[in-house]
């Protein structure tokens, strides 16, 4: 059974610095695409940061040059670095993977860690 865990969720103080970490039970190598979402009450989920095989990354406008989405296959897992945080990205963050085996495509998902911004 594939499994995601995120971890490194928490309170932050605005301005603050957080490095969420998901745990991927399933080969790096079979990821096509990793991706962090964000989703909290009353709205729907959001992409906040994808990193895909040829090493190209985006990130929602609201985030960019403040956030970092990056792998390391040795410990199969995936971060998100997440610095000057506002309050506006208080939210439940999801690791997504996207994984392509034998022409098939899996999409898997985390159960979530919260982050919260507040003084």
């Known amino acids: 059974q594939v499994q995601l865990v995120e971890s490194g969720g928490g309170l932050v103080q605005p301005g603050g610095s957080l490095r969420l970490s998901c745990a991927v039970s399933?080969?790096?190598?079979?990821?096509?695409?990793m991706n962090w979402y964000r989703q909290t009450p009353g709205k729907e989920r959001e992409l906040v940061a994808g990193?895909?095989?040829?090493?190209?990354?985006n990130y929602q406008e609201s985030v960019k040059g403040r956030f970092a989405i990056s792998r390391d296959n040795a410990k199969n897992t995936i971060y998100l670095q997440m610095n000057s945080l506002e309050p506006e990205d208080t939210a439940i963050y999801y690791c997504?993977?996207?994984?392509?085996?034998?022409?098939?495509?899996?999409?898997?998902w985390g159960k979530g860690t919260l982050v919260t911004v507040s003084s």
């Open positions: 997504n993977v996207d994984q392509l085996v034998e022409g098939n495509r899996y999409d898997y």
């Open positions: 399933i080969s790096m190598f079979s990821i096509n695409a």
């Open positions: 990193l895909i095989n040829s090493g190209n990354s």
